[in-house]
């Protein structure tokens, strides 16, 4: 009994020597075994699971809520199970983000740009999503890696210091029943009761249907391929995460919606041709841009048109004392983006290095606009914010891929004249 009593005793003593260490003890050794969290740009990849006749979305997502102001990411995805690219879509809670994605050869090439360096500041959203189908003919089973490019990563502070960059990819496997492909309306503000359409395959009748933060009213289903919604309030589709579950396996399908548009015809310039503009979400009436033209530089404009009605535009380039050299009218239908060499539309004068572009909706909704300056060297094109005021109008990307080219550079917040937004 005696011995019992001792033994109890010297546990407890341990016991609570060992509490008493521990609340002493400094906080790293006490984290021992927990990762602390990464201090830079941590981006990862996840796996996806995708039934052959479905659509891929790639996401690339950041861990961690960090400010950035511009980025460079390379991502690979190369596979002949896999269609073209669909639609791609850039994302940052104020929706002040923009850039382009240069594709070539299973792989896209990010140009991105956060003049209030909201890009990064939500982990509960991917920066960017990239659509391409699974083929019909696609052996379930089959793998590709989805790969972020470590050679082609760069990511700048709200100062533009370069991070520290992490990168964990993912992979694609042919395999399960459901995908959603597209969601109609998309983007911006889907007043309640407004039929939303969830495209795809798969559904059944009872399929659930969940819409991140809101509350679906009715669901109709309409096919395996197609779900109908309405929702109990108003909601800004743009950047909402969809989820289609089967109830019978609790298989489980996820989707981040936006405004998916289509080019309107194509430019000669192949550059230009292969790049997709990801526009910010403001919506602009007048706009200003400066042409950069030199020995392979060379300026571009994307436009898009969100909105059920077209858009008439007109485009003036001036002479640096203000005389109007050239312009060009143009409609920009409903749910189609436009983009072009400068060169392209101005036929006979040259859009040189000094003038000045403006960009006037004359008719109809306000729409997306964004330059694009090309290096046909480089084999580059980088995004640059348009100006409302002629005075402000940059003749140079604010961003650039090559580390080199950042030094120095700094951007305020743009002015938010002649603009709306969605």
Do not use: C
């Amino acid at each position: 009994m005696m011995r019992t009593r001792l033994s109890t005793r010297f546990h407890k003593l341990v016991a609570g020597l060992s509490l008493f260490a521990l609340l002493l003890a400094p906080a790293g050794l006490l984290a021992r075994g927990i990762e602390a969290a990464f201090a830079g740009v941590e981006l990862t990849v996840p796996n996806e699971t995708v039934p052959p006749g479905g659509m891929l979305q790639l996401k690339v997502q950041i861990t961690e809520p960090t400010p950035i102001s511009k980025g460079g990411q390379k991502a690979t995805f190369s596979s002949t199970f896999l269609g073209a690219v669909q639609g791609i879509a850039l994302f940052s809670p104020a929706g002040d983000a923009s850039g382009t994605a240069l594709l070539s050869n299973g792989s896209a090439h990010f140009s991105l740009h956060s003049p209030i360096f909201d890009m990064g500041s939500n982990i509960d959203y991917p920066i960017v999503t990239i659509a391409m189908p699974v083929k019909a003919t696609a052996i379930p089973g089959a793998t590709v890696p989805l790969t972020l490019d470590p050679s082609f990563s760069e990511w700048a502070d709200p100062t533009g210091q370069l991070y520290p960059v992490l990168l964990t990819n993912g992979s694609v496997t042919v395999g399960g029943t459901l995908s959603i492909s597209n969601l109609v309306p998309g983007g911006g503000v889907v007043p309640a009761g407004t039929k939303i359409a969830v495209f795809g395959m798969g559904f059944r009748p009872n399929s659930k249907v969940n819409v991140n933060e809101a509350l679906v009213a009715t669901k109709t289903y309409v096919s395996s391929n197609e779900i109908d919604i309405t929702l109990t309030t108003a909601v800004n589709m743009t950047s909402r995460r969809i989820r289609v579950t089967k109830p019978s396996t609790n298989e489980v399908t996820t989707y981040y919606s936006y405004q998916r548009t289509t080019p309107a015809g194509k430019s000669a310039n192949p550059l230009i041709a292969a790049t997709v503009p990801l526009f910010a979400q403001s919506k602009w009436t007048v706009a200003h841009f400066r042409p950069v033209l030199n020995v392979s530089r060379f300026t571009g404009v994307a436009l898009q048109n969100e909105a059920a009605v077209a858009s008439n535009v007109r485009l003036t380039l001036f002479a640096a004392n203000g005389t109007v050299l050239a312009a060009h009218s143009l409609t920009i239908q409903p749910s189609k983006r436009f983009s072009r060499d400068l060169r392209e539309l101005f036929l006979g004068v040259v859009p040189a290095t000094g003038t000045k572009l403006k960009v006037k909706v004359t008719s109809g909704p306000p729409i997306q606009v964004l330059g694009l300056l090309g290096d046909s060297v480089l084999r580059t094109v980088d995004p640059v914010d348009p100006s409302p005021l002629p005075g402000n109008a940059s003749s140079a990307s604010p961003f650039s891929t090559n580390a080199a080219q950042w030094a120095g550079f700094s951007r305020g917040v743009p002015e938010r004249k002649n603009l709306s937004f969605a």
